[in-house]
């Protein structure tokens, strides 16, 4: 019989180390916290086990582990800005020109929008799960992801690019 972790938390794994990943741009930190994350989740899965939104109290605690990092090594602006373009492991694919100037634009949205897009986007998820999976409404989730595709719109027009 497989554990309460294995059942629920586990098979998050692979979504949430992408949403920190896209946080620390680093795989050995991304990772540290994912774990840190899972440890706290094990610790406390008597009471996890009843609570009304598993994904949202998991993510909050992924984004809570960030923010104390980039406290902790004065970086704190690392979640609200990028300042430099991500350059993602690609494992032998290269990614098209286009492609690293829409990663970029999606790195500088607002956090809010940024996270939905990713979720919508590349998670693939429904407007109820992101809306259950960020404990935001659901008109929320819709208004953030409107703002984010228009404005990635807006500058790939700028820039020549058609969308």
């Known amino acids: 019989m497989k554990s309460f972790f294995e059942l629920h938390i586990w098979p998050l794994r692979g979504k949430l180390f992408r ?9 050995d930190l991304s990772e540290d916290m994912l774990q840190n994350v899972f440890e706290k989740t094990v610790e406390r899965q ?3 086990q009843t609570h009304p939104n598993l994904n949202g109290w ?15 090594n004065g970086k704190i602006d690392g979640l609200e800005r990028a300042d430099h373009i991500p350059q ?19 790195e500088n949205l607002p956090e809010k929008q940024r996270e939905v897009f990713q979720l919508r986007e590349i998670e693939e998820m429904s407007y109820e799960e992101i809306s259950n999976f960020l404990e935001i409404s ?19 027009i700028n820039q020549g690019i058609t969308p």
């Open 138 to 156: 659901l008109e929320q989730v819709k208004v953030n992801l409107h703002r984010a595709r228009k404005t990635i719109r807006e500058k790939l």
């Open 19 to 27: 949403m920190v990943y896209l946080w620390t741009k680093d795989r």
């Open 88 to 106: 993602p492991e690609t494992n032998a694919l290269e990614l098209s020109e286009s492609n690293r100037i829409i990663f970029s634009l999606v």
């Open 46 to 48: 008597k009471e996890l």
């Open 58 to 72: 998991i993510v909050k605690s992924l984004k809570n582990e960030v923010l104390m990092h980039f406290r902790k």
